[in-house]
């Protein structure tokens, strides 16, 4: 079975510092990973996906991750922070069932 | 615009009673998902669909039951044997995967239940 680890329960920045969120995977075969973010009471919206090809993957506004695999990683990541960016982010990684098993969710807080 | 439609945004349920959590898209989607999100468990899987008339158990699926008469539907109702409901509720699409590329999910708004 597939599993998500998200080591960070909260992760702090300041505005305009660079960020990384952290995200280790364990499945058999391939993995096809993606990062969502969430918003208070809102639901998941797709930030990006890695399925095969290039290991830095860019995403919608301005993130992207690294796809690491003999490290079993795909940390999310962002050159320069804003106030905008926090929220909960959650890393997922698609089953056999096309479901997504997701991890626990970091909390980012961007502070001005 | 296209997008999947979860109603009630809040619900409650009283002791013994069912309620049904409705989930509507208008993506053409094929598969459909419930998700029940809980404070620091990220989360996890109830049902899903990937065709009308057919659907399967996620992870969690005691005390739940869905149904898929329709492309566009898929309602989850919560029984009375779901002891611990009170969750955050979260409906999913996805369409059919292209070549080299898996389609990411959509997701509704959600509806939270609580108990009275």
């Known amino acids: 079975a597939q599993s998500v680890a998200q080591p960070e329960d909260q992760v702090n920045v300041a505005e305009g510092n660079p960020l990384t969120v952290k995200c280790t995977y364990s499945v058999s075969g391939n993995p096809y990973l993606f990062w969502y973010v969430q918003y208070p009471n809102r639901g998941l919206q797709f930030l990006l996906k890695?399925?095969?090809?290039?290991?830095l993957v860019k995403g919608s506004y301005g993130f992207e991750a690294e796809f690491n695999k003999s490290q079993t990683s795909f940390h999310l990541k962002k050159p320069s922070a804003l106030v905008s960016d926090s929220a909960l982010y959650f890393c997922?990684?698609?089953?056999?069932?096309?479901?997504?098993?997701f991890g626990s969710g970091t909390r980012l807080q961007v502070q001005p | 615009d296209g997008g999947i439609t979860q109603s009630p945004k809040y619900l409650f349920r009283k002791e013994g009673q069912n309620v049904t959590l409705s989930c509507e898209q208008n993506?053409?989607?094929?598969?459909m998902y419930w998700y029940r999100q809980d404070p620091g468990q990220g989360l996890r899987l109830i049902y899903y669909s990937q065709i009308v008339n057919d659907f399967q158990k996620g992870d969690i699926a005691e005390g739940y039951s869905v149904s898929r008469e329709k492309k566009e539907s898929f309602p989850l109702t919560v029984t009375s044997a779901q002891k611990n409901p009170t969750a955050f509720y979260l409906c999913?699409?996805?369409?059919?995967?292209?070549?080299?590329?898996?389609?990411?999910?959509?997701f509704g708004d959600g509806t939270r239940l609580s108990i009275l």
């Open positions: 999913a699409s996805s369409g059919p995967d292209r070549t080299n590329s898996n389609q990411p999910q959509h």
């Open positions: 890695y399925i095969t090809g290039d290991n």
């Open positions: 997922a990684v698609r089953g056999v069932r096309r479901a997504l098993t």
């Open positions: 993506l053409n989607h094929d598969a």
